[in-house]
Nanobody, 124 residues
């Protein structure tokens, strides 16, 4: 069992930056691929970024590529999402998730564990 807790959300102006953190507790964090998803009001949950447990490689959605960066710190059992050049359309609840596989990390059903979410609001 893995518990995930996100932090770092908030209100920011367009063009600004935020960094989300997700602390994992329970089973060893390094055994999991970690991902970030988001869900805006009235929309489906969508993939944002992920980092594979096998080799640390990363995957990004086209909408955030070049603006967001995912990274992990095994010593702190924490994964981060650095978000730069934020846009109003980035407004959503952001979820951290953990998957025991390195395959299919861009798909929500690949993840076994989910955090409660952190609200990110970007004002235009």
């Amino acid at each position: 069992q893995v518990s995930l807790l996100e932090s770092g959300g908030g209100l920011v102006q367009a063009g600004g930056s935020l960094r989300l953190s997700c602390v994992a507790s329970g089973r060893t964090y390094s055994r999991y691929s970690m991902g970030w998803f988001r869900q805006a009001t009235g929309k489906e949950r969508e993939f944002v970024a992920a980092i594979r447990r096998s080799d640390g490689s990363t995957l990004y959605s086209e909408t955030v590529k070049g603006r967001f960066t995912i990274s992990g710190d095994n010593a702190k059992n924490t994964v981060y999402l650095q978000m730069n050049s934020l846009k109003a359309e980035d407004t959503a609840v952001y979820y951290c998730a953990a998957a025991s596989s390195s395959w299919g990390i861009g798909i929500s059903r690949s993840y076994e564990y989910w955090g409660q979410g952190a609200q990110v609001t970007v004002s235009s």
